[in-house]
């Protein structure tokens, strides 16, 4: 519970910035499932995927 928690958190201000939605969820200790919703093309690259490789780091 604690790493979806934080996985979470980290997610929140840079969707929040580029307006990506996110809609679910799933953190599985092996790989992690989104479902996303960008405004444009590249909003994904410019928030959500920073966060992920800090995460994934």
Known sequence: ???TIGYRD???EPSARTDVEVWAGALI???LHLILTPPDP???RRGPAPAHRQHAG
Do not use: E, I, V, Y
């Open 42 to 44: 590249g909003a994904l």
């Open 1 to 3: 519970m604690t790493r």
């Open 29 to 31: 200790p092996s790989h």
């Open 10 to 12: 980290l997610l929140a």
